[in-house]
C-alpha cells in the first residue's frame, strides 16, 4: 500500500492494535458484546430482520479506558499535527482536549477495523483498508461534507432538489444505524413508519481539503424548513438533531435549531415538483430579510403563530401582517394591502380583506386567516424588494397603475 503519511500509519496502526487487546480482554473476562434487532421494512407482508453487532457503541463505552493507552496518547499527538484534522475538533467545539479526534477519528477507526474483521480477531488488511479509506479523507484533494436531518410533515414521491446540493428525499432503510448506532433513539416518534416521516433533509457540500470548520448546517436546514413550511402549509419540522458526515464518515451529531425542530399543528402534505419549486424560490428570497427587518420580523412571528395559542396566535398573525406590509400605517392598511396583493378580481379582494378583518378587529383569526397571511409572506417574498411592493400596492388602489402580478399569476403567464 502506498503510504503518503507514514507517521499517521504507524501511530494509528499502534492504537489499533491496542485498542482490540483491550476490548478483546474484556470480551474473554465475560464482558457481552451488544447486538441490535434491526427491522428492514420492504413492499411485500413480510420483514427482514438483522443481527447485527454493536461495535462502534461497546467502543465508545470504553472511550474512556481507550483514551489512556499510550498508543492512543502517540496517535493524538500526531492527529493534531496534521490540518487536515482540524476540522474534525472544530464539529465538536463544546469539547475539550482530545475528546473530539478520539470520537471522530480514533474509534470509528478502530470500530470499522472490527466491523471488517468480524470482532477483535486482528487482520493486518483489514486495518490496511480501512486506514487507506481514512487517509484518502484526509489528505485528498477535496472533501465532500454531508449533513441529514429527519423530516417529518410531508411525504414525497421522489427526490426533489430545494437548492444546490440541499435535497428532500426519502430516507434508505438503516442510512443512520449504519455510522451511529445510537441513531434509533434521536429520531421522531414512528420516523420510518408514518408516510409523512419517511423523507430527510439532506445538505451536501464540497469543501477544500484543509477547511477549518463544516458548513452551518443547523442554520441552512432551519431557513429550508421555513421555505417548505411557507411553501406547503404542513407541519413541517427537521430534527430533533442532524448527523454529519464527512467523506462519508461520521463527523457529529448536532441539534437543530429549536424553531426548525418543533412540530407545528396541522395536516400532513405531499411535497411535490410545484410545491418544492416554490419553496426552492422562497429559500433563495429569504436571505434578504438580512437586510429588511420589518421583513425579517414578519417572518419570524409568522412561524411563532406556528406553535401559540390563542389569544397568543392571533396576535404573532397582526404583528406580522403590520411587519409585513403595514409600518407606519397600522394594521388597517397592512390588511387592505394584503387584499389586494393576494386578490386577482374585485371579488376575491373583498374575500381576501372579509378572511382578515377579525385580526384588523382584534379578535381572534381562524384558519382562513392565519393562510391569508402566510401567502401574503409568500407574495412579498418573491417581489423581492418590499418597500417598492408596498408603494405599487399603493398606486393600484388609487387606480394609478395595475395591481403588481403574484407569484402564481406570473408562473401560470
Same mark, same amino acid.
Given at each position: 500500500m502506498a503510504l503518503r503519511a507514514p507517521h499517521l500509519y504507524r501511530s494509528l496502526r499502534g492504537f489499533c492494535l491496542a485498542g482490540f487487546s483491550l476490548l478483546a480482554g474484556? #470480551?474473554? &473476562?465475560?464482558?457481552?458484546? =451488544?447486538f441490535a434487532f434491526e427491522e428492514h421494512t420492504s413492499r411485500g407482508p413480510a420483514s427482514l430482520y438483522e443481527y447485527r453487532p454493536l461495535i462502534r457503541s461497546y467502543a465508545a463505552a470504553r472511550a474512556e479506558r481507550l483514551s489512556a493507552l499510550a498508543d492512543a496518547r502517540l496517535a493524538l499527538e500526531e492527529l493534531h499535527r496534521e490540518p487536515a484534522a482540524a476540522i474534525y475538533a472544530a464539529a465538536h467545539s463544546g469539547k475539550d482536549g482530545d475528546a473530539p479526534l478520539l470520537r471522530t477519528i480514533l474509534l470509528p477507526l478502530l470500530a470499522d477495523v472490527a466491523e471488517a474483521c468480524g470482532g477483535f480477531d486482528w487482520s493486518d488488511e483489514a486495518f490496511d483498508r480501512a486506514y487507506a479509506e481514512l487517509e484518502r479523507s484526509l489528505l485528498g484533494a477535496r472533501r465532500t461534507y454531508a449533513a441529514v436531518a429527519p423530516l417529518v410533515g410531508i411525504s414525497l414521491g421522489a427526490q426533489l432538489e430545494l437548492a444546490d446540493g440541499l435535497r428532500v428525499r426519502l430516507a434508505a432503510a438503516g442510512e443512520l444505524a449504519v455510522h451511529w448506532p445510537e441513531a434509533n433513539g434521536l429520531l421522531p416518534a414512528e420516523f420510518g413508519h408514518a408516510p409523512d416521516r419517511l423523507c430527510v433533509l439532506e445538505l451536501e457540500r464540497?469543501? =477544500?481539503?484543509?477547511?477549518?470548520? =463544516?458548513p452551518d448546517a443547523p442554520g441552512e436546514l432551519a431557513d429550508a424548513v421555513s421555505a417548505l413550511r411557507l411553501a406547503t402549509a404542513a407541519p413541517v419540522a427537521a430534527g430533533p438533531v442532524l448527523f454529519e458526515r464527512l467523506d462519508w464518515r461520521p463527523l457529529a451529531i448536532r441539534p437543530v435549531l429549536p424553531i426548525a425542530a418543533a412540530e407545528p399543528g396541522g395536516e400532513p402534505t405531499?411535497?411535490?415538483?410545484? &410545491?418544492?419549486?416554490?419553496?426552492s424560490d422562497l429559500l433563495g428570497k429569504l436571505g434578504r430579510a438580512e437586510e429588511d427587518p420589518e421583513l425579517a420580523e414578519a417572518l419570524d412571528r409568522w412561524e411563532l403563530s406556528l406553535f401559540a395559542d390563542e389569544p397568543f &396566535?392571533?396576535?404573532?398573525?397582526?404583528e406580522a401582517l403590520v411587519a409585513l406590509l403595514g409600518g407606519p400605517d397600522g394594521l388597517w392598511a397592512a390588511a387592505v394591502r394584503a387584499a389586494v396583493l393576494l386578490g386577482e378580481t374585485g371579488r376575491d379582494r373583498a374575500e381576501q380583506l372579509e378572511r382578515l378583518r377579525a385580526l384588523v378587529h382584534g379578535e381572534q383569526a381562524g384558519r382562513a386567516a392565519a393562510d391569508a397571511v402566510r401567502k401574503? #409572506? #409568500?407574495e412579498t417574498l418573491a417581489h423581492g424588494n418590499r418597500t417598492?411592493?408596498?408603494?405599487s400596492l399603493d398606486d393600484a388602489l388609487l387606480g394609478v397603475r395595475p395591481r403588481p402580478a403574484g407569484y402564481f399569476a406570473a408562473l401560470a403567464s
Open positions: 474484556d #470480551v474473554e &473476562r465475560g464482558d457481552e458484546l =451488544p464540497a469543501l =477544500p481539503p484543509n477547511a477549518p470548520e =463544516p405531499r411535497l411535490d415538483a410545484f &410545491r418544492a419549486r416554490l419553496a &396566535r392571533s396576535e404573532q398573525l397582526r401574503a #409572506v #409568500v417598492s411592493l408596498i408603494a
